[in-house]
């Protein structure tokens, strides 16, 4: 019986002390991981009530902060560009551009930015492409378009933001042909074409014609950069057969501006079968204020409610036809009555 009992004790030992420095062994990983994310941020808060107010200052033209800044120590100096660049991610005010632009200038940033591209921490590749972009720095386009490759989805978000600020000539063929591109961030490849304005449009032209199967796309390119030369492009792509081919040329129309032979053809496609295309058409009428373009329009106030939210806002900004539809139907019931008291009331009308 004590023999049982040792040996229960032996092998109860066995299996105790491997699991208690177990047990030690990830407390004290995680005591270490804590710590050491404790530290990490409290270096953060220190850099960021040393760094912070300066840069702030710094961007409001206070020269002795810039000075402060251009002499960091060069450890700091990356963390500085991203306090300064991280912000025009999603403020591209052109003030604050240009500012940031001389002040990473003064700091003379530029070496360690080309640096950096070649980094293996994506966000230095970042950081480096929104740097040099800004800067509009010459001789870098071919590394930028490059960078839509990345293998991260911010550096190429930040290879886009960088070839809409260098506005390089070069560069617009590969943003139109990468613009239908789902790994890239769809808004920002718009912005980048955007950047160009006009001067993308005969190329966004002739690629459509060959290019066939991605035609809503080029017509929604031109929506953002396209001018009066495209219309007669964008009239004949609203009869493609596919309804978002319809609806995006469009939309389209409806930013460029439509005239008698567009306005005419937005009129037939309030009576296409798809919603989207009936919801676009009236979209571009917007302002258009032919003869019976009120009375059309007006018959959609009952539509699927896209069609009659679009045919409502277009009936807006026709005066007085347009007001008048919206008076005449104010007394409906149901949607086409809601819609034109609202409209009514935004214009301040009485019904």
């Keep these: 019986m004590i023999a049982d009992a040792v040996v229960f004790a032996r092998a109860l030992e066995a299996v105790v002390r491997p699991a208690l420095v177990f047990a030690l062994i990830v407390v004290a990983a995680v005591v270490a991981e804590r710590a050491f994310f404790a530290i990490g941020e409290m270096r953060r808060r220190r850099f960021a009530r ?7 200052r710094a961007l409001d033209g206070d020269q002795a ?7 960091c120590p060069g450890r700091h100096r990356i963390r500085i560009a991203v306090v300064l660049i991280t912000p025009l991610i999603h403020d591209r005010d052109p003030a604050r551009i240009e500012r940031t632009r001389a002040i990473v200038e003064a700091m003379a940033l530029i070496p360690d930015a080309h640096r950096y591209l070649r980094s293996r921490l994506w966000w230095r590749r970042a950081i480096a492409l929104r740097a040099l972009g800004l800067l509009r720095v010459t001789g ?3 590394a930028i378009v490059a960078a839509l490759d990345d293998g991260h989805p911010d550096v190429r978000a930040a290879a886009l933001d960088a070839l809409a600020d260098l506005r390089d000539p070069a560069s617009l063929p590969a943003i139109v042909v990468r613009m239908h591109d789902p790994t890239l961030h769809r808004g920002r490849r718009f912005a980048a074409l955007a950047a160009f ?4 449009e005969p190329f966004l032209l002739d690629l459509a014609e060959v290019d066939t199967v991605h035609r809503d796309d080029y017509a929604r390119a031109l929506a953002v950069c396209g001018t009066s030369a495209s219309r007669p492009a964008l009239c004949r792509w609203t009869e493609d057969a596919r309804p978002e081919v319809g609806a995006a040329s469009f939309e389209a129309l409806a930013r460029i501006g439509v005239d008698e032979a567009s306005a005419r053809l937005a009129i037939d496609g309030l009576r296409a079968d798809d919603a ?5 058409a009236a979209g571009a009428l917007h302002g258009w204020t032919g003869s019976d373009t009120a009375t059309r329009l007006a018959r959609h106030l009952d539509d699927n409610w ?3 939210v679009s045919a409502a806002r277009s009936l ?3 005066s007085p036809a ?3 539809q919206l008076r005449l139907c104010s007394n409906r019931t149901g949607v086409a009555g809601l819609l034109a008291r609202q409209m009514l009331w935004e214009t301040q009308v009485p019904c």
């Design 50 to 56: 040393r760094y912070e107010p300066l840069v702030r």
């Design 65 to 71: 902060a810039e000075a402060t800044l251009v002499a």
């Design 140 to 142: 870098i386009t071919g």
């Design 197 to 200: 304005g006009p001067t993308a």
């Design 276 to 280: 989207r295309v009936r919801a676009a």
């Design 306 to 308: 896209m069609v009659a």
């Design 316 to 318: 807006k900004s026709i």
């Design 322 to 324: 347009g007001l008048e």
